[in-house]
T-cell receptor
Framework: KQEVTQIPAALSVPEGENLVLNCSFTDSAIYNLQWFRQDPGKGLTSLLLIQSSQREQTSGRLNASLDKSSGRSTLYIAASQPGDSATYLCAVPSSNTGKLIFGQGTTLQVKP | NAGVTQTPKFRVLKTGQSMTLLCAQDMNHEYMYWYRQDPGMGLRLIHYSVGEGTTAKGEVPDGYNVSRLKKQNFLLGLESAAPSQTSVYFC?????????????FGPGTRLTVT
């Protein structure tokens, strides 16, 4: 059974710092991995989708990497800003029907 | 393009009452999903649909029913609400539901059962 873990559960950094969020999964036979952002009381916004054949994806200040063999993905945020404060979730499909298995999330606070 | 919308945004029910949550998407997606999000439990799949007229159980289906009569709509029903169903409910959709697809989420429905 696939399990997804995110460590740490919470992270607080000063503005401008580069940071890395971690996601690990137990079954390396994944189709893809998706990173989401969730603001308090809001829905999930898709940030990046990495296909199983890819090693990384970039969008602006965000870079996500994927290492299937070790069961890990990282989300790198460059030059963090207070507006980046949110909960970041990673998820992998449990089968070819796309049902997502989520990690518990990392709550990020970027202090001005 | 509204994306994925959910109705209502908030609701308070008494134990034993029934209600239906509506999810609508305008992206012509085949696959639709209902998740619930609870503190300490994360997001868990309730039911999903791989196309119009089809539904299937997810991880936590008990106490819920669903229907997909039209491709763009996915309804989640609670026949007899229980306090354990207090949660935030998210609907999501994807084009093919396959390995290459992103899932797009709605804004959520906050349900409290007293």
């Amino acid at each position: 059974k696939q399990e997804v873990t995110q460590i740490p559960a919470a992270l607080s950094v000063p503005e401008g710092e580069n940071l890395v969020l971690n996601c690990s999964f137990t079954d390396s036979a994944i189709y893809n991995l998706q990173w989401f952002r969730q603001d308090p009381g809001k829905g999930l916004t898709s940030l990046l989708l990495i296909q199983s054949s890819q090693r990384e994806q970039t969008s602006g200040r965000l870079n996500a990497s994927l290492d299937k063999s070790s069961g890990r993905s990282t989300l790198y945020i460059a030059a963090s800003q207070p507006g980046d404060s949110a909960t970041y979730l990673c998820a992998v499909p449990s089968s070819n029907t796309g049902k997502l298995i989520f990690g518990q999330g990392t709550t990020l606070q970027v202090k001005p | 393009n509204a994306g994925v919308t959910q109705t209502p945004k908030f609701r308070v029910l008494k134990t034993g009452q029934s209600m239906t949550l509506l999810c609508a998407q305008d992206m012509n997606h085949e696959y639709m999903y209902w998740y619930r999000q609870d503190p300490g439990m994360g997001l868990r799949l309730i039911h999903y649909s791989v196309g119009e007229g089809t539904t299937a159980k997810g991880e936590v289906p008990d106490g819920y029913n669903v229907s997909r009569l039209k491709k763009q709509n996915f309804l989640l029903g609670l026949e007899s609400a229980a306090p354990s169903q207090t949660s935030v409910y998210f609907c999501a959709s994807s084009y093919l539901g396959s390995s290459n697809d992103e899932q797009y989420f709605g804004p959520g429905t906050r349900l409290t059962v007293t």
